[in-house]
């Protein structure tokens, strides 16, 4: 089936740096990636969708210039926060859908846990 | 895409039959119900989805009501492992490009010993 990679699983970071989540499709190419936010205890609400080859669509109150999106490729999609601070903990999660159909399911990453200290 | 209710949470005994409802009174023809689960700490997982009929497939079954207004997610024999936050979805057919999909607050199924 088909397999989305995250990486890293966990990160710690001190505040004011930048840090690099990376989402694959290991066996399927995506040309459509999503990004989600999980806070303790609630559910997981979008950021943005990557899409290969051009700019990112951001939710409303994501900050596009804070949430640096790049789709370089049909299998990677990144996703950096930059200047980071403690507010930005959080659980990060990536999906893609392979190209089963249009109702063939969306597949996740298994999270990057992002601790800023 | 239409909106979903679930229980808050619910709890099953290991070896039994876990059903686990979702109300979707507001679903349109070309919507689709999907179901995901998320073990703490973890992604999402995809078990099942459908339109009209029916499914199965080896994690769970999925039964829709005739009218398409709720339906309800079985998994046959549940275990220790299968405690999670379960999420009921429905996601309208999207051709072309992928759509994301909105997560509800979902039924945290805890799994008895």
């Known amino acids: 089936g088909a397999v989305v990679s995250q990486h890293p699983s966990r990160v710690i970071c001190k505040s004011g740096t930048s840090v690099k989540i990376e989402c694959r499709s290991l066996d399927f190419q995506a040309t459509t990636m999503f990004w989600y936010r999980q806070f303790p205890k609630k559910s997981l609400m979008l950021m943005a969708t990557?899409?290969?080859?051009?700019?990112?669509?951001?939710e409303q109150g994501v900050e596009k210039d804070k949430f640096l999106i790049n789709h370089a490729s049909l299998t990677l999609s990144t996703l950096t926060v930059t200047s980071a601070h403690p507010e930005d903990s959080s659980f990060y999660i990536c999906?893609?859908?392979?190209?089963?159909?249009?109702?063939?399911?969306?597949?996740f990453g298994n999270g990057t846990r992002l601790t800023v200290t | 895409d239409a909106k979903t209710t679930q229980p808050t949470s619910m709890d099953c005994a290991e070896g039994r039959a876990a059903n686990l409802p979702c109300n979707h009174s507001?679903?349109?023809?070309?919507?689709?119900v999907y179901w995901y689960r998320q073990i703490h700490s973890q992604g999402p997982q995809y078990i099942i989805h459908g339109l009209k009929n029916n499914e199965t497939n080896e994690m769970a079954s999925l039964i829709i009501t005739e009218d398409r207004k709720s339906s309800t997610l079985i998994l046959p024999h549940a275990t220790l492992r299968d405690t999670a936050v379960y999420y009921c979805?429905?996601?309208?057919?999207?051709?072309?490009?992928?759509?994301?999909?909105?997560f509800g607050s979902g039924t945290q199924l805890t799994v008895l010993p």
């Open positions: 979805i429905v996601r309208v057919a999207s051709i072309g490009s992928a759509r994301q999909l909105t």
């Open positions: 990557s899409n290969e080859g051009s700019k990112a669509t951001y």
């Open positions: 507001t679903i349109s023809g070309n919507e689709y």
């Open positions: 999906s893609a859908r392979d190209a089963g159909g249009v109702n063939s399911p969306l597949h």
